[in-house]
C-alpha cells in the first residue's frame, strides 16, 4: 500500500476500501506512488465543509483495494495541486470540480469551463451550501483547440444527431477523410444530480442514483446502496446478494446483446441488428416478468433488494440463459466469419495497450487494451467469489478486440447466471429492520457493463440528509481514450469506433 | 415518326415513373424480410413520395437558386435516361437523339447537380456528401462507359434501341465479352445507386452517408423529388442491365401486341432482379469508404478484359 506511513482507517472490507487524510504534498506522493507501482485513478470529488473550508477527495484502485485521500482545503485556500500530469482523466474532473465547487488545480494547463456551458456565472458555485437557485445566463461559445495546415477543415456534429441517441458535441479537425483530432464537448444532459443528492433522504438516493444512466440502474443502484450500507454497518442477507449478482449479470447481458447488434448495423450487416435485438428484447421481457421492471429500475434497495424471485420465474431465466447462449454462439460465428464485417472491425479505432494504461482506460474497453481488471475477478464479493469470474481480455485494442470482448463476457455472463441461479441460498432478501440513522462515509464499488461505477457517500451529522454524493461513471476515463482512439482513422468509421465503446453522456455529465 | 412510336415512348415513360417507386418497395420489401423483419408494404415508396409533396419545402436562409432548381433538374435528367433505355419497346423516338454516351453524360449531370445544391447550402454533411459522390462518380462512370462500350462492339451501335434489336433478335450467340461486362455492371450498379456494400440506404450516421448526406437539407416536394429520382435512377440501371444483358422480349418496332406481352416479362425480370439486389445487400456489409475505389476499379477492369475477350475472340 503506497504511503505505508499514513493512518489509514478500514471504510469497507468487500471490496476493501481505506481512508486517509493527507495534506498537498502528500496529495501529490500518492498520487505519484499509485502511478509507479500500476494503481488507477478512479475519480476525484469535493465537498464544502462549511465552516473548514472544502475538501477535494482523490479515489485510487491498487491492488489493496480502493485508497480514498481526503485533503482538505481550510477557508481562504482554494487549489490544489494538479493531477492531470499522472493522470490525464483527472484534468476534466478538476475542470467540472472547480465550476461545482470553485476550488481549482494549481497550474492546470487546461482551465476551459466543462460542464458549465455558460449558463450559469463563473464565479457562482452550486454545490456550494446555500447557493440556491443559479442567475441563468446565456450560452457560451466553447474555445475548441484549433488545428491548422494546408487542406485542414473542421466538422461540427451534434448535440442534436440525427439518430435517437444522447446530446454531445464533436468537434472534428479532418483532412480529406483522414481524422487529425477529436475533441468532444460533453455537459449538454448535466442534471445538477450531485445538488439534488443533498434533498435527497439516505434512504431513497437509490432511485436517484439508478436514474443517473439508465443502462446502468442496476449497477449505479448496487453502489449506492453497498455506500449506504457501509454508512450503516448492515449486513445484507446472502439471498439479496445473490440476487444482486443476478440483477447485474442480466443487465450486462441486455447491454452486451444490444450493441453487438448495433455494431452490425452500424457497418451497413443490418442483419446482426435485427437478430440481436430480438434476442435482447426476448431478455428484457423475461427482466419484466421476473423482476417487475424491462431495466431493473428500482429492483435493488438498501438493505437487499425489493423483491424476492419466484421460483418458477427463477427456473425461467435459467432456461433463457441456455436459449440466448445458443443463439449468441450461431450470431458469433456469424460475425466472426463475415468477410466484409471483419474488414470494417479490424484495425479500425485501435487504443494500444501503452496507451490505454497512460489514459487510464477502464472497464470493457480497458479489458480490450490489455487493462485487466475487473472487480468481479479483482475483489470478488459474494456470490463472485466462491463461482469466480474468468475475466475477458484482449491485447487488440481496436474494435475487433471490443467486440471479442463482449462476446466472451456474454458467454461468461450466461455462464454464471446459471451458477447463482442454480445454487441461490435461501432465506430473506431484506434484513427485518433498518439501522437508525447514523453519520459518517461510505463507498460503493461494483463492476458495471461498462466498467467500474463508484458512488461515493457521505451522510450529514444527523444521517437524515445526504451531505455529498458522487456517483463516477467509467466514461470520465473513457470519452478521453475514444478522442485518442479515433486518430488517424477515416471520418465515415468513427460512428462505429464510437459505438464500440458505448459511453455514456448522462452519467458522465450527471 | 410514327404515332404509334410517340405512344410507345410515352408510355415508357410514364411506366418509369410509375414502376420506380415499387421497385424500391419491392427490394426493401426484401430486405426487410430477409433481416428478419416484418415488411413496411409494397406502397411504402408511394406514401412517402404523397407525405412528402404534401408537405412544406423549408430552404435554408443561405440557400441559392442553384439549391431549389436542382431537384427539377435531376428529377429531369433521370427521367430522360428512363426515356432512352427500352424497357419494353426498342420504338423509342427519343433513343436516335440520345445513345450510350449521352446516357452517361445524363446520370452525370444529374450527379453534378446534386453535388453543387449539397455544397450550395455549405453546411460540412453537404460538402463532405458531395465529395465522396465525386469519389463515386469519378470512377463509375468510365466503368459504364466500357460496359456499354463492350455491347457496342457485338452490336456495331451505341445506341441502346439498335443494341438490344440486334441482340435480341439475331441469331442466339454465346458472347464471353458480356460476361464480363456483366458482373462490372453489377459493381457499377451498386455503387451509383449507392447500396450495400458501397453506400447504405437505411443509415442515419451522418458522418457515414454519401448519397443520403446530399438529401440532408431538403424536404418537402424537393425531397420528394430527388427520392423519386433516386428510384428512377435504379429503375433506369435495371432497365439497362436488362436490355444489355437479357433483352429477350423487348418488342421490336411497330408491334403493340409484342409490346403488351414484354410488360409481364419485364415485371418478372425486375422482380428477379430486386430480391438478387435485396439478397446482395443482407448478406454483405458496408466496406471503408477507401476500398470504394478498389472496388469500382475491379468492375472497370472487367470491363476492359471484357473488351479485350472480343479483340480476341472476334465476332
Known amino acids: 500500500m503506497p504511503l505505508a506511513n499514513l493512518?489509514?482507517?478500514?471504510?469497507?472490507?468487500?471490496?476493501?476500501?481505506?481512508?486517509?487524510?493527507?495534506?498537498?504534498?502528500?496529495?501529490?506522493?500518492?498520487?505519484?506512488?499509485?502511478?509507479?507501482?500500476?494503481?488507477?485513478?478512479?475519480?476525484?470529488?469535493?465537498?464544502?465543509?462549511?465552516?473548514?473550508?472544502?475538501?477535494?477527495?482523490?479515489?485510487?484502485?491498487?491492488?489493496?483495494g480502493l485508497l480514498w485521500l481526503d485533503l482538505a482545503l481550510p477557508p481562504g485556500q482554494a487549489t490544489y495541486p494538479d493531477l492531470a500530469p499522472l493522470f490525464p482523466a483527472a484534468g476534466r474532473m478538476q475542470r467540472a470540480q472547480h465550476e461545482l465547487l470553485g476550488i481549482a488545480a494549481a497550474g492546470a494547463v487546461d482551465t476551459r469551463p466543462w460542464l458549465?456551458?455558460?449558463?450559469?456565472?463563473?464565479?457562482?458555485?452550486?454545490?456550494?451550501?446555500?447557493?440556491?437557485?443559479?442567475?441563468?445566463?446565456?450560452?457560451?461559445?466553447?474555445?475548441?483547440?484549433?488545428?491548422?495546415?494546408?487542406?485542414?477543415?473542421?466538422?461540427?456534429?451534434?448535440?442534436?444527431?440525427?439518430?435517437?441517441?444522447?446530446?454531445?458535441?464533436?468537434?472534428?479537425?479532418?483532412?480529406?477523410?483522414k481524422l487529425l483530432r477529436l475533441e468532444a464537448r460533453l455537459g449538454y444532459a448535466h442534471k445538477g444530480i450531485d445538488a439534488l443528492f443533498a434533498r435527497t433522504a439516505p434512504e431513497a438516493g437509490h432511485r436517484l442514483a439508478g436514474r443517473i444512466s439508465g443502462d446502468s440502474t442496476v449497477a449505479y443502484a448496487w453502489a449506492y446502496c453497498?455506500?449506504?450500507?457501509?454508512?450503516?454497518?448492515?449486513?445484507?442477507?446472502?439471498?439479496?446478494?445473490?440476487?444482486?449478482?443476478?440483477?447485474?449479470?442480466?443487465?450486462?447481458?441486455?447491454?452486451?446483446?444490444?450493441?453487438?447488434?448495433?455494431?452490425?448495423?452500424?457497418?451497413?450487416?443490418?442483419?446482426?441488428?435485427?437478430?440481436?435485438?430480438?434476442?435482447?428484447?426476448?431478455?428484457?421481457?423475461?427482466?419484466g416478468t421476473a423482476f417487475g421492471h424491462r431495466l431493473l429500475m428500482d429492483c435493488i434497495v438498501p438493505g437487499g433488494v425489493a423483491t424476492d424471485l419466484a421460483p418458477d420465474a427463477a427456473a425461467r431465466l435459467l432456461a433463457q440463459c441456455d436459449a440466448a447462449e445458443a443463439e449468441v454462439l450461431r450470431l458469433k460465428t456469424i460475425y466472426e466469419e463475415h468477410a466484409g464485417l471483419q474488414d470494417r472491425f479490424l484495425t479500425t479505432g485501435r487504443v494500444t495497450p501503452p496507451l490505454a494504461a497512460r489514459l487510464g482506460l477502464t472497464g470493457l474497453a480497458g479489458r480490450a487494451s490489455g487493462q485487466a481488471f475487473d472487480l468481479?475477478?479483482?475483489?470478488?464479493?459474494?456470490?463472485?467469489?466462491?463461482?469466480?469470474?474468468?475475466?475477458?481480455?484482449?491485447?487488440?485494442?481496436?474494435?475487433?478486440?471490443?467486440?471479442?470482448?463482449?462476446?466472451?463476457?456474454?458467454?461468461?455472463?450466461?455462464?454464471?447466471?446459471?451458477?447463482?441461479?442454480?445454487?441461490?441460498?435461501?432465506?430473506?432478501?431484506?434484513?427485518?429492520?433498518?439501522?437508525?440513522?447514523?453519520?459518517?462515509?461510505?463507498?460503493?464499488?461494483?463492476?458495471?457493463?461498462?466498467?467500474?461505477?463508484?458512488?461515493?457517500?457521505?451522510?450529514?451529522?444527523?444521517?437524515?440528509?445526504?451531505?455529498?454524493?458522487?456517483?463516477?461513471?467509467?466514461?470520465?476515463?473513457?470519452?478521453?481514450?475514444?478522442?485518442?482512439?479515433?486518430?488517424?482513422?477515416?471520418?465515415?468509421?468513427?460512428?462505429?469506433?464510437?459505438?464500440?465503446?458505448?459511453?455514456?453522456?448522462?452519467?458522465?455529465?450527471? | 415518326m410514327n404515332p404509334f412510336g410517340l405512344l410507345?415512348?410515352?408510355?415508357?415513360?410514364?411506366?418509369?415513373?410509375?414502376?420506380?417507386?415499387?421497385?424500391?418497395?419491392?427490394?426493401?420489401?426484401?430486405?426487410?424480410?430477409?433481416?428478419?423483419?416484418?415488411?413496411?408494404?409494397?406502397?411504402?415508396?408511394?406514401?412517402?413520395?404523397?407525405?412528402?409533396?404534401?408537405?412544406?419545402?423549408?430552404?435554408?436562409?443561405?440557400?441559392?437558386?442553384?439549391?431549389?432548381?436542382?431537384?427539377?433538374?435531376?428529377?429531369?435528367?433521370?427521367?430522360?435516361?428512363?426515356?432512352?433505355?427500352?424497357?419494353?419497346?426498342?420504338?423509342?423516338?427519343?433513343?436516335?437523339?440520345?445513345?450510350?454516351?449521352?446516357?452517361?453524360?445524363?446520370?452525370?449531370?444529374?450527379r453534378v447537380f446534386m453535388a453543387l445544391a449539397a455544397m450550395d447550402i455549405g453546411t460540412a454533411f453537404g460538402s463532405l456528401g458531395a465529395r465522396r459522390e465525386m469519389l463515386v462518380g469519378f470512377l463509375a462512370e468510365p466503368a459504364l462507359l466500357i460496359v456499354l462500350f463492350n455491347a457496342s462492339l457485338i452490336t456495331?451501335?451505341?445506341?441502346?434501341?439498335?443494341?438490344?434489336?440486334?441482340?435480341?433478335?439475331?441469331?442466339?450467340?454465346?458472347h464471353p465479352s458480356l460476361a464480363f461486362a456483366g458482373i462490372a455492371f453489377a459493381l457499377v450498379s451498386l455503387a451509383e445507386n449507392a447500396r450495400i456494400p458501397v453506400d447504405n440506404p437505411a443509415t442515419h450516421l451522418e458522418l457515414t452517408m454519401i448519397h443520403e448526406a446530399l438529401l440532408l437539407e431538403y424536404?418537402?416536394?424537393?425531397?420528394?423529388?430527388?427520392?423519386?429520382?433516386?428510384?428512377?435512377?435504379?429503375?433506369?440501371?435495371?432497365?439497362?442491365?436488362?436490355?444489355?444483358?437479357?433483352?429477350?422480349?423487348?418488342?421490336?418496332?411497330?408491334?403493340?401486341?409484342?409490346?403488351l406481352a414484354a410488360l409481364p416479362l419485364l415485371g418478372l425480370k425486375l422482380a428477379i432482379g430486386g430480391l438478387a439486389l435485396a439478397l446482395v445487400e443482407t448478406l454483405s456489409a458496408k466496406m471503408r469508404l477507401f476500398r470504394v475505389p478498389e472496388f469500382l476499379a475491379t468492375a472497370f477492369l472487367l470491363a476492359v478484359l471484357g473488351l479485350l475477350v472480343h479483340s480476341l475472340l472476334g465476332d
Open chain 2, 219 to 259: 424536404s418537402g416536394r424537393h425531397l420528394a423529388l430527388m427520392e423519386w429520382a433516386a428510384s428512377l435512377k435504379l429503375f433506369a440501371y435495371a432497365g439497362i442491365g436488362l436490355a444489355l444483358f437479357f433483352p429477350w422480349g423487348i418488342a421490336q418496332a411497330q408491334s403493340p401486341a409484342a409490346m
Open chain 1, 7 to 64: 493512518s489509514w482507517r478500514p471504510l469497507a472490507e468487500l471490496p476493501p476500501m481505506w481512508h486517509g487524510n493527507v495534506d498537498a504534498d502528500a496529495w501529490l506522493v500518492a498520487a505519484r506512488s499509485t502511478r509507479a507501482s500500476g494503481g488507477r485513478l478512479v475519480t476525484l470529488w469535493g465537498s464544502d465543509r462549511g465552516a473548514a473550508g472544502c475538501a477535494m477527495t482523490a479515489a485510487y484502485a491498487t491492488q489493496d
Open chain 1, 376 to 510: 468481479r475477478a479483482d475483489h470478488p464479493l459474494p456470490p463472485y467469489d466462491s463461482l469466480g469470474t474468468n475475466m475477458a481480455t484482449h491485447r487488440g485494442g481496436d474494435v475487433a478486440a471490443r467486440v471479442t470482448v463482449r462476446f466472451e463476457e456474454v458467454l461468461e455472463s450466461l455462464r454464471l447466471l446459471r451458477a447463482m441461479l442454480g445454487g441461490l441460498p435461501a432465506g430473506a432478501v431484506r434484513p427485518a429492520a433498518l439501522p437508525p440513522a447514523r453519520a459518517g462515509l461510505g463507498g460503493g464499488w461494483v463492476e458495471g457493463w461498462r466498467g467500474e461505477v463508484f458512488v461515493a457517500l457521505e451522510l450529514a451529522a444527523d444521517g437524515q440528509r445526504v451531505h455529498r454524493c458522487h456517483c463516477h461513471d467509467p466514461s470520465w476515463h473513457n470519452w478521453l481514450a475514444l478522442e485518442h482512439a479515433v486518430m488517424g482513422n477515416i471520418v465515415p468509421d468513427f460512428p462505429l469506433i464510437n459505438k464500440s465503446f458505448n459511453l455514456s453522456y448522462s452519467g458522465h455529465d450527471r
Open chain 1, 226 to 287: 453497498m455506500a449506504l450500507e457501509n454508512v450503516w454497518h448492515v449486513a445484507v442477507p446472502p439471498r439479496a446478494q445473490w440476487l444482486r449478482a443476478v440483477l447485474l449479470e442480466r443487465e450486462r447481458v441486455a447491454n452486451h446483446l444490444g450493441d453487438l447488434g448495433a455494431l452490425g448495423n452500424d457497418a451497413g450487416f443490418a442483419f446482426g441488428l435485427t437478430r440481436f435485438a430480438r434476442l435482447r428484447e426476448d431478455w428484457l421481457r423475461l427482466n
Open chain 2, 156 to 174: 456495331g451501335s451505341t445506341s441502346l434501341a439498335s443494341i438490344v434489336e440486334t441482340l435480341a433478335h439475331q441469331q442466339f450467340a454465346i
Open chain 1, 116 to 177: 458549465n456551458h455558460g449558463t450559469w456565472p463563473a464565479d457562482w458555485f452550486p454545490l456550494r451550501e446555500g447557493s440556491g437557485l443559479p442567475p441563468p445566463g446565456p450560452a457560451a461559445d466553447y474555445p475548441f483547440v484549433p488545428v491548422t495546415g494546408d487542406g485542414v477543415h473542421e466538422i461540427a456534429v451534434g448535440p442534436v444527431h440525427a439518430g435517437i441517441i444522447e446530446p454531445g458535441h464533436f468537434r472534428f479537425s479532418v483532412v480529406g477523410e
Open chain 2, 8 to 110: 410507345a415512348q410515352s408510355f415508357a415513360v410514364l411506366l418509369a415513373l410509375t414502376l420506380a417507386p415499387l421497385l424500391k418497395g419491392w427490394i426493401d420489401m426484401w430486405r426487410a424480410w430477409l433481416g428478419n423483419r416484418s415488411a413496411p408494404g409494397l406502397l411504402q415508396p408511394y406514401r412517402v413520395l404523397h407525405k412528402l409533396f404534401h408537405k412544406e419545402s423549408v430552404l435554408a436562409d443561405t440557400a441559392s437558386p442553384l439549391f431549389r432548381l436542382a431537384p427539377y433538374a435531376v428529377f429531369g435528367c433521370v427521367l430522360l435516361a428512363c426515356a432512352i433505355v427500352p424497357t419494353l419497346s426498342t420504338d423509342l423516338p427519343f433513343a436516335p437523339a440520345a445513345d450510350a454516351i449521352a446516357l452517361v453524360g445524363l446520370l452525370a449531370l444529374a
